[in-house]
């Protein structure tokens, strides 16, 4: 057909059409023998936006790796830190499990404490709180009393006829006086002592023995211990810690409290 440029551009529907296409191409351009790297930088040459496109892609691949490249520490410690968190939680899966194993050795080997069951005790007036009044004070006793002191002391005391006499009061939860009977274990402190053990003593008096020192006269409505001292304070700041175990429904209470006692009378 010669050149493209001189022949006449066939019709649509003619039979010379086809022919005209392979050999000028669509535009009327000759195309055949062309060299296919040649005809595609034609392509782009002649069309733009594939040039564009091709650029805009490659400028967000290597906007990609520049953010990947600036970000990558962020992203390591990320994964660090998960790492250590699954880490951790496995541990405290694994401590949780032993925590629970060990529960259930301790209450099987515990005996039960025999009580009422708990919707029998919500019925009763059962004990809420103990308090130490402030009518504990340090005293002396009369020689007849001080058999009867020694017997509560964990240890021989140091002066049999001076001690603490502590008042505890045990109340239900509107705050009322409930005298309740159990196990009272009371420790003495002299935390202000530079030297030695600040434990001053320790007294335990079980629920028989609490039942003769409640004083329900003028007013007191508490028990009265008298606990003889082991080691004789140095100090007038002494501090009380009580622990009551109830004899009806098993449950621990404990208190402290810091009082200031007047002692000059007493220490030699």
């Not at 006449?8 to 191409?25: D, F, I, N």
């Not at 099987?108 to 504990?136: G, H």
């Not at 039942?211 to 003889?228: E, N, R, T």
């Amino acid at each position: 057909m010669g050149n493209c440029a001189e022949n006449r551009r066939p019709t649509l529907h003619s039979p010379e059409r086809k022919q005209w296409v392979s050999q000028c191409g669509p535009r009327g351009r000759r195309t055949a023998g062309i060299n296919p790297v040649a005809r595609l930088s034609r392509i782009h040459f002649h069309h733009p936006w594939v040039t564009l496109l091709g650029l805009a892609a490659l400028l967000l691949t290597l906007t990609g790796c520049a953010n990947y490249a600036k970000n990558a520490p962020l992203y390591q410690r990320q994964v660090t830190l998960e790492n250590q968190n699954a880490a951790l939680r496995a541990k405290v899966q694994r401590q949780t499990l032993e925590l629970n194993a060990l529960r259930r050795q301790l209450a099987a080997r515990t005996p039960r404490f025999a009580t009422l069951p708990p919707e029998r005790l919500r019925q009763l007036f059962t004990v809420r709180r103990i308090i130490i009044t402030s009518d504990t004070r340090a005293t002396q006793w009369r020689r007849k009393a001080v058999g009867a002191a020694l017997r509560h002391s964990a240890g021989r005391p140091a002066h049999p006829q001076c001690g603490f006499r502590v008042f505890v009061r045990t109340e239900m939860a509107g705050g009322q006086t409930l005298p309740a009977t159990g196990t009272f274990t009371i420790t003495a402190f002299d935390l202000a002592a530079a030297h030695g053990s600040a434990r001053i003593g320790r007294w335990v008096f079980t629920p028989l023995e609490a039942q003769k020192d409640w004083y329900g006269w003028f007013g007191l409505d508490a028990f009265a211990f008298d606990c003889p001292w082991v080691k004789p304070p140095r100090h007038d700041a002494i501090t009380f810690r009580v622990q009551f175990v109830d004899a009806l429904t098993g449950r621990l209470f404990t208190t402290q409290r810091l009082l200031r006692l007047q002692l000059h009378h007493l220490l030699p």
